[in-house]
T-cell receptor, first 109, second 114 residues
Framework: KNEVEQSPQNLTAQEGEFITINCSYSVGISALHWLQQHPGGGIVSLFMLSSGKKKHGRLIATINIQEKHSSLHITASHPRDSAVYICAVNPNTGNQFYFGTGTSLTVIP | KAGVTQTPRYLIKTRGQQVTLSCSPISGHRSVSWYQQTPGQGLQFLFEYFSETQRNKGNFPGRFSGRQFSNSRSEMNVSTLELGDSALYLC?????????????FGPGTRLLVL
């Protein structure tokens, strides 16, 4: 059983669309992270959340600790947003990550 | 500040050989974590080091080992390579030990075992 579940697995959107990626987790956490991985492998940390909501440019991340759920929203999507988005959590014990399986996003011009 | 660097970037080995991968964290970072990424299993935690001490270990066989040096650089070693060890190996660095913080990932080492 995965500690972190993401949906959808794959997502195709038209440029300009509003996108939502969901993440649910089953363990107690100290923080949740949203990561972005482009083809070629490099991973960039987008957000770290322990409560509430964070915004950076066109990206918004929210977390509901009681429901053990987080969402990543992309407003006005652009082809350069095409990447794999990965949800990861820090369990209450330790600094390691448990990862979701990722959501592969393709934004078509 | 320079980012996290990993060497080598690509590596081809044959079954039964061993391999050593290197990770240099961002200057001032003392925590280094290692991850394996495969198409079938996704990203999985290998181990975490802080101040030369292994703090956490994932569920991998003893063929996977690591160490951290006094300058915070870390190496991981895989002995007796198997075909299933073919993967992208990523390291990430952070400032803290045991607390949640943004992790900074290196570009990865892509290992192919033939």
């Amino acid at each position: 059983k995965n500690e972190v579940e993401q949906s959808p697995q794959n997502l195709t959107a038209q440029e300009g669309e509003f996108i939502t990626i969901n993440c649910s987790y089953s363990v107690g956490i100290s923080a949740l992270h949203w990561l972005q991985q482009h083809p070629g492998g490099g991973i960039v940390s987008l957000f770290m959340l322990s409560s509430g909501k964070k915004k950076h440019g066109r990206l918004i991340a929210t977390i509901n600790i009681q429901e053990k759920h987080s969402s990543l929203h992309i407003t006005a999507s652009h082809p350069r947003d095409s990447a794999v988005y990965i949800c990861a959590v820090n369990p209450n014990t330790g600094n390691q990550f448990y990862f979701g399986t990722g959501t592969s996003l393709t934004v078509i011009p | 500040k320079a980012g996290v660097t990993q060497t080598p970037r690509y590596l081809i080995k044959t079954r039964g050989q061993q391999v050593t991968l290197s990770c240099s964290p961002i200057s001032g970072h003392r925590s280094v974590s290692w991850y394996q990424q495969t198409p079938g299993q996704g990203l999985q935690f290998l181990f975490e080091y802080f101040s030369e001490t292994q703090r956490n270990k994932g569920n991998f066989p003893g063929r996977f080992s690591g160490r951290q040096f006094s300058n915070s650089r870390s190496e991981m070693n895989v002995s007796t390579l198997e075909l299933g060890d073919s993967a992208l190996y990523l390291c990430a660095s952070g400032r803290l030990a045991g607390g949640p913080e943004t992790q900074y990932f290196g570009p990865g080492t892509r290992l192919l075992v033939l």
